[in-house]
């Protein structure tokens, strides 16, 4: 991270640097799945606050002697940030050009852009990229969120103070402070259960912890030295129980981030120079070096992703001693050499210099966007395979899908001003294969689309953990409720990924948020659960029954990869095509109790099971890949293409309906 100054700065602090170690450690062992660090991720958190408290170190210390600039300050920064970031982009982009497909190449021109401009974590906000999920793991710039945050945080924080100390005084600043963090936490509690990924990458819901380490600094304490002892071990057992006790499937950063915060807080209050947890020679090394090794332990992450080298324990050992190699190199080749650049030089050209390199290497990654990741370099089947607008389904569709919010959704999808023929609900899987259902009903047919992404076909339930803004169980008793009066006897597709609900994802099953809600207290997956589910399934379905002809869809197969990326991928690396899919074995494992809760409302309320196996699937093996075209538009969401597949499925229908009224 960046939190670490100059000489000229401050005094030094091996505590600091100590307390640097333990971050950058927790973060790439979290990373790389090591025992013991799963909240490694809070490692971050422990950034936030030592960054606070030294840069508000050295603006109030400028402001006191009454020689403080702002521009210097930044150039300060700068010199501190831009260099080893810049190398970094330039290597991935060097590296890229070599083993990215075009796509991937032109999205990591993207990053880039946003990466040095340090706007990624806007950039991530805006694109829902969730930290915690599957595919974060192939954004090879994920991390530098943290960094856009930080150089965020020093554009304004100083201009506040110089603001703040001149018009209010020191104690004045102290209290603007105060009631500043209090704030940002509060905004932090509001979002965090709400809108996860604003309360994420947001600096106004992460400000409080810089702040944090600014209140640190601006109410230094005077303590004996016992007391100085005592409060660092007990800031060290919370920040390392932070490390070791929290979950990626907690609400983070959340109030839960008070323990890192406060952690790091008490630690850097007591200020133990000589402390035995924080001096040791290799904790001081790595504290050094801990902004280059945080910079290049996830792009080394993300290339054993996108390798698909499988992540043994032997592998991530020798990932993680590459990760700190390239660090070390970082820190010697590029870091200490330009530490000192421009500090003596008039700040004009410090701007202009560091202004030159910020603007080539934003040139460079805006050029790999603007050139489609030089498409050329790939067959015109590598490209296709990787063409989103070939997979994504239908932008009528998208819209229609609610994520958050109640809402009474109008979305007639087919011919325009068409009359509703049949309906499809449930969550994203209803979403994605809509377009199937279109096409089966024909010309002069609508189907009306209600569907709620992450959200099973149960009334008045919720996802463990969320709030009241994320209504999936309010969502569908509106919707059941409202088709009986409004849509009686027109056909209803129940279409859900109903594997995920009771076992969580197949491709990331440690991040699942948790089960469906059902009782007072939290769900597990357990029998008890799975009782209910059925019993609350197959009630939903008979209810919907009573007004309804019911069609459900049975589980699409989950393949467990994203099928666009790796076909192309692998066409692009070994010049032939990867075999992807599963066998029949492992569709009818996953979905063992899908189906059984599937059968259990077909026996209860009539309705009838289509089945798409019988579509997607041969007698052995379910495919991932036909005709070179990929089928899928991820792991688990069927592609344009793959939905063409179910349209003689979905005709069945219409067959069902005109045998019974014959």
């Known amino acids: 991270m960046t939190e670490s100054v100059t000489p000229r700065e401050r005094p030094f602090r091996g505590d600091i640097a100590g307390l640097r170690a333990i971050a950058v450690v927790a973060v790439v062992m979290y990373h790389f799945g090591v025992p013991g660090f799963k909240g490694g991720f809070s490692g971050v958190d422990v950034f936030f606050v030592i960054s606070g408290f030294l840069m508000t170190g050295i603006i109030s210390r400028g402001i006191d002697r009454g020689g403080f600039s702002l521009i210097g300050f930044y150039l300060a920064r700068a010199r501190r940030i831009v260099p080893a970031l810049a190398v970094l982009c330039l290597m991935l982009m060097l590296v890229g050009w070599l083993i990215l497909v075009p796509a991937d190449y032109q999205q990591l021109g993207r990053r ?81 259960p709400r809108l996860p990924n604003v309360a994420f990458y947001t600096p106004a819901t992460r400000a409080w912890e810089m702040l944090a380490g600014a209140l640190v600094c601006l109410y230094p304490l005077k303590l004996s030295k016992f007391h100085r002892v005592w409060l660092e071990v007990i800031g060290a057992v919370i920040l390392l129980g932070s490390i ?36 040791p020679r290799l904790l001081q090394s790595l504290g050094d070096a801990s902004y280059s090794i945080y910079l290049w332990h996830w792009p080394v992450f993300v290339y054993i992703v996108y390798s698909a080298i499988v992540p043994t324990p032997r592998v991530l050992f020798a990932a993680t001693v590459i990760s ?23 700040k004009v050209k410090g701007v202009l210099g560091y202004g030159a390199v910020l603007g080539s290497v934003f040139a460079l990654g805006v050029g790999l966007v603007v050139a489609r990741g030089f498409e050329w370099r790939a067959s015109d089947e590598v490209n296709f395979a990787k063409d989103e607008g070939v997979y994504s389904p239908s932008s009528e569709a998208s819209e229609c899908t609610l994520f958050r919010g109640l809402g009474a959704s109008n ?18 899987h209803a979403e994605f294969t809509a377009s199937a259902v279109v096409a089966a009903a024909g010309e002069g047919e ?33 919707q059941i409720d409202r088709l009986k009066t409004a849509y009686a006897g027109i056909p209803v597709v129940v279409t859900n990924r109903l594997s995920l609900y009771v076992l ?74 990867p075999d992807i899919g599963i066998t029949r074995q492992q569709y009818e494992e996953r979905n063992a109790f899908a189906l059984t ?14 089945d798409p196996t019988e579509y997607l699937c041969d007698k052995d093996r379910c495919n991932g890949v036909a005709a070179s075209v990929p089928l899928y538009y991820d792991d688990n969401h069927l592609s344009a293409e793959g939905n063409t597949y179910l349209v003689p499925m979905y005709r069945k229908i219409w067959e069902q309906q005109l045998s019974t009224k014959l």
């Open 597 to 610: 809760a599937i059968d259990a409302a077909v026996k209860a309320c009539g309705a009838t099971v289509l």
């Open 411 to 428: 979305c007639v999808l087919g011919s325009a001003g068409a009359h509703v023929a049949v309906i499809v609900l449930g969550d994203s």
């Open 324 to 346: 700190v190699v390239l660090g070390y190199l970082s820190y010697f080749l590029v870091e200490q050499p330009t530490r000192g650049i421009g500090l003596e030089a008039r």
């Open 446 to 478: 609508g189907t009306l689309l209600l569907a709620y992404k992450g959200c099973m076909t149960i009334p008045d339930v919720h996802i463990q953990g969320t709030t009241e803004l994320y209504q999936c169980g309010q969502f569908m008793r509106q």
């Open 504 to 577: 969580g994802f197949n491709e990331n099953p440690e991040n699942f948020p948790g089960p469906l809600a059902f009782f007072d207290k939290p769900s597990a997956f357990d029998a008890t659960y799975k009782r209910e589910f059925i019993r609350r399934y197959v009630a939903g379905i008979c209810e919907l029954s009573a007004t309804h002809p019911v069609y459900i869809t049975a589980p699409i197969p989950e393949l467990g990869v994203n099928v666009p990326s790796v076909y192309s991928r692998g066409l692009f690396r070994n010049g032939t095509p």
């Open 112 to 192: 880039v852009a946003s990466s040095i401009s340090f706007l990624s974590n806007i950039q991530y906000w805006k694109d829902s990229s969730a930290y915690f999920t599957s595919t974060s793991r192939e954004n090879w710039l994920l991390h530098t969120w943290s960094l856009s945050v930080e150089w965020q945080f020093y554009m304004l924080f100083p201009i506040g103070m110089l603001f703040a100390r001149k018009f209010f005084g020191r104690s004045g600043t102290r209290l603007l402070i105060i009631a500043t963090a209090l704030f940002s936490f509060a905004l932090c509690l509001y979002f965090s």
């Open 244 to 279: 070791n006790l929290l979950r990626p499937t907690d609400i983070w950063p959340g109030y839960l981030a008070l323990l890192p915060v406060v952690g790091t807080a008490m630690m850097l209050i007591a200020a133990n120079t000589q402390s035995p947890l924080t001096t």
